[in-house]
């Protein structure tokens, strides 16, 4: 780039791509869960969009929906947060049963 107006527009450009391109890709089947009563964090993933949808309606029915996405979800795993160690554990039943369904 030869004058700072050149590099100017060319930062206008990069920011104008990045901020407008099209959101593509599958979405992620993960999400990222805080656990109040241990203060530890963990990560889940599911098997299909199916079973990621029945695990958000979990937890909504528990109480507990997301509480944010943190980016369009194909780049980043939504955010929910349990208050005890008995939420983290009933989640973690409701996804077994769900793979003895499926049959894994």
Known sequence: METPEQARAFGRFIWDVETHRPRIGPPRLDMDIYVQEIGGQANITWA???EYQLGKKFMAD???PALFLRGARYEKPEFFFLESRQEYHALLNYK???EK???S
């Open 96 to 98: 077994k049963e769900l």
């Open 62 to 64: 528990m109480g507990e």
């Open 48 to 50: 299909n969009e199916e």
């Open 101 to 103: 369904k499926r049959g």
